[in-house]
């Protein structure tokens, strides 16, 4: 079993930068799609941005530009740089990964959701 631990989230002011960490346990890391989604109260859970194992990313229209998705096989972990943040990105931040990922999470070669979640890291931006 897989295990994720998020951490790098943290209180900014609006136009500020954090750069969040997902770092990964177990096997078959490098040849895994990594998505980071977010999940505010009363809302339901966005993907934010995705990249495969050859290295293709896509990014959630409203951050396009701003957020960057990137990952580090030899040390099992991906990272999300986020730049001029907005009050609206204000979500808890997690990790997942899988054979692909969609809008709802990832998934293994059968379709079938890879519940392999963090604890999370929260990300709040004052206006």
């Known amino acids: 079993q897989v295990q994720l631990v998020e951490s790098g989230g943290g209180l900014v002011q609006a136009g500020g930068s954090l750069r969040l960490s997902c770092a990964a346990s177990g096997n078959g890391f490098s040849i895994n799609s990594i998505g980071w989604y977010r999940q505010a109260p009363g809302k339901q859970r966005q993907l934010v941005a995705a990249?495969?194992?050859?290295?293709?990313?896509n990014y959630l229209d409203s951050v396009k530009g701003r957020f960057t998705i990137s990952r580090d096989n030899a040390k099992n972990t991906v990272y999300l740089q986020m730049n001029s943040l907005k009050p609206e990105d204000t979500a808890a931040y997690y990790c997942?990964?899988?054979?692909?990922?969609?809008?709802?999470?990832?998934?293994?070669?059968?379709?079938?959701?890879?519940?392999?979640w963090g604890q999370g890291t929260q990300v709040t931006v004052s206006s």
């Open positions: 997942n990964l899988g054979a692909y990922c969609s809008v709802y999470g990832c998934y293994d070669e059968l379709g079938e959701a890879v519940d392999y």
């Open positions: 990249i495969s194992s050859s290295g293709d990313t």
